[in-house]
């Protein structure tokens, strides 16, 4: 497989019913595309966002992006390219998968489509059945037992979530626990016998780790304390999966950016190492129906996303595909930073060839409740190329550190991870890593945000920007973004009439005078999650203060650029602009 030097690769596997076929997306053809061994599926132009192999082998459930947007539909297809029809995802609504499910002997699939209310359903690929499990707002569907009496629904904002266990029979529900304000369960799967739930979360605990809650027929809700299962203090765990056939467990674990593997029997308690795919962070394990495979997705800083099969048998990983990779600068230097009211940061360096000081850009990541990791990122080469170093730091609010770390930045909160983008420059500058008067700060989606945040808090700092896809103004973004994401994001920013005073003082927009460095700004036309309404309003404001600056928008793109052209666009002109007025 040859692949454009922009290129993701290949990503989002999911096998056949005894592993020897995968489906996974690969923009091989210039779009994230559905394939089936090397196969592209007919599913139109619109981006591939997901696919699922069903665990009889009949069909692929595959989730498109109309026009790249955030909105999402759910459509099914033969793995021979046949039957193509939508089952989800219609109108305005999108969707939350949860995947396929066996229920009484019947394969079909677990969605929550999101309209002004959100709707757990169960659908037959066949006749397009629906049945309806749940109905409320940010309630969404993790998984159904195979009795098909309870499911298993994950309720409430970011950094909040719970999980609940719905009785169909009776309609009674309950928690799986009780958690704690600032606790929160992402993932819930029924065991191969429906008689427990296993749970990801960080309630009790400030690393995230599985535990597992029975369930039992005499309890509509489920009974007995939580049983931790897997735990690490070095290490969140990142995902689950459970093969349906042995109850084996694949594990994920995020230790500090880089990923660990292992596969753990819940019976005899014994846990194995999977022979390390090639690339520092590993996603998307998933168990083939039989349990003889799973596959996972590794990328590195010098490997763009590849796909792996492993031999459950042996723990062993081979690479599906010849894996694509391009020559890279250096491989990333893990430093430490402290903030300026004693909190430690750790940040990836990326050095390019020469002697310090450089011309470096911060690049700060999206979320905030994400992660900077050791992946694949071509701008990073691309500018370490050019004799720029890049400093991407995990500041407050980032996840993989731990619950207390995650929340740091909640509410008034954030005005310190504002100050963790001065305590990196500092520590760049004084470490004589970064020439004084040669430092940039970049970011995308909320870290476009914190760029501006930071251009307009700490001017003379920084010596260009370039926000891409961010929020100028926290309460506007309320007002044009989807409903389901502002109803997410209070539990993060704020309530825009509570905290209206605050999400003001916050926002970039309302102090954009103070911006000295020239900026570049990108954003997707069709952009529904941070509304391409921020950055023509960001621009309105620039004209009028007379600050220099260029704005790019890319057509047909939503907030992730997907399609190859839009990226090496938005590339070419970043590192255009950085190289000018930072060299």
Known sequence: ????????????????????????????????????????????????????????????????????????????????????????????????????????DAVVFAVTEIGELWRGLLINP???????????????????????????VREGPRGRRRVRVVDLDSGVAGPLFEGTFDSSTEQGVFSPDGSLIYARTDYDSEMARLIAVPVTGDHPVPGGEPVVVAARPDAELEDVAVSRETGLLALLWNASGRSDLTLFDPVTRIERWV??????????????????????????????????????ASAHSAPVFPRPTWSMVGAPELHHVVSEDGLALTGWFYRPAGEPPYPTMIFLHGGPE???RPGHNPIYQQLAARGIAVFAPNVRGSSGYGRTFVNLDNLAGRHGAIADVAACASYLVDGGLAANGGLGVMGRSYGGYLTLAALVTYPSLFSVGVEVCGMADLLTFYEHTEPWIAAGAVSKYGDPVRDRGLLMDLSPLRRIENLEAPLLIVHGASDTNVPVQEAHQLVAALVRHGKPHRY????????????????????????????????
């Open 275 to 312: 022979t390390p795919p090639a690339g520092d962070v590993l996603s998307h394990p998933r168990f083939s129906r039989d349990g003889s495979t799973l596959v996972v997705c590794a990328e590195g800083p010098g490997a763009r996303r590849s796909l792996f099969r492993v031999k459950v």
């Open 552 to 583: 790019t928008i890319l057509d047909g793109e939503g907030h992730d650029f997907v399609r190859l052209e839009s990226r090496r666009r938005y590339l070419d002109e970043a590192v255009a602009w950085i190289t000018e007025h930072l060299t």
């Open 126 to 152: 066949r006749s397009m059945a629906r049945q309806r499990l749940t109905r409320g707002e940010l309630v969404a569907v993790l998984d159904v037992s195979r009795d098909g009496r309870f499911v298993a």
């Open 370 to 372: 994400s992660q900077e």
């Open 1 to 104: 497989m040859q692949f454009d030097e922009l290129s993701d690769g290949s990503w989002g596997p999911s096998p056949s019913p005894d592993g020897s076929r995968i489906a996974y997306i690969s923009d091989l053809s210039g779009s994230p595309q559905a394939y089936v061994s090397g196969t592209m599926l007919p599913t139109g132009k619109d981006p591939v966002t997901a696919v699922h192999y069903s665990p009889d082998g009949e069909w692929v459930a595959v989730e498109i992006a109309p026009g790249g947007a955030p909105r999402t539909e759910l459509w099914m297809i033969r793995p021979d390219g046949t039957g193509l029809r939508q089952a989800a995802g219609f109108g305005a609504t999108t969707i939350l998968s949860a995947g396929w499910v066996e229920v009484r």
